[in-house]
């Protein structure tokens, strides 16, 4: 892996984010480290930051190039373009009916800065895994479960959102709404998200 890698670090709850050295673990049999090319900024980021202390990494709205794969990994492979979403467990009932938004185990994997066994992939000072990702950073660790595979012809500094901000309008639209196949769907109003070009 070459060139430098950095994260935008928080430095007090509140308070401004200064980059600073990334140094991670090798990834678990699980893992992936994915090279980011983009990064979209969520009110969920800028929300999180107040109420974090320093070394948190946040970000998760991140897509890039696999770079680095655990001996376990079969989704995904060095060299393929990903666009980067929430974490979840792959084992409770939620996760097992595909359901993964439902996780019992959501809030630790996504807002805990930590590996489900309370363990982190990033060394001191830093705190990672923010939404299985901490994508404010040169480069992520990540699970496979909350990767997607995408052309590598796309551009991915402009999917990067597309892990946050369209799981949130499809999943009102698919699973509220339950539009079916030539129905139309007008939309008066949208989050900041949908205002992305």
């Known amino acids: 892996m070459t060139g430098k890698r950095c994260a935008a670090v928080t430095t007090s709850p509140g308070g401004d984010l200064r980059f600073a050295p990334l140094r991670l673990r090798p990834p678990r049999v699980d893992e992936v480290v994915v090279r980011l090319a983009g990064c979209g900024i969520c009110h969920t980021d800028l929300s999180c930051r107040s109420g974090v202390a320093a070394g948190a990494i946040l970000g998760h709205e991140g897509a890039g190039i696999v770079e680095r794969v655990g001996s376990a990994v079969r989704a995904v492979q060095p060299g393929d373009a990903v666009v980067l979403s929430f974490q979840s467990c792959g084992r409770c009932a939620a996760c097992l009916r595909r359901h993964p938004a439902g996780c019992e185990h959501f809030w630790q994997l996504n807002f805990d800065f930590q590996r489900l066994d309370g363990s982190s992939g990033y060394l001191p000072p ?7 990702q901490s994508a404010f950073a040169t480069h992520a ?3 496979e479960r909350n990767l997607v595979r995408v052309a590598d012809d796309l551009p991915l500094a402009t999917l990067a959102p597309l892990g946050c901000g369209l799981q949130t309008g499809a999943g009102t639209v698919l699973n509220a ?8 769907l007008l939309v008066l109003a949208s989050a900041p998200s949908a205002w992305r070009r």
Not at 126 to 132: D, K, P, T, V
């Open 141 to 143: 660790l990540a699970s």
């Open 126 to 132: 830093l705190r990672g895994h923010f939404f299985g």
């Open 177 to 184: 709404l339950n539009l079916q196949a030539g129905e139309r």
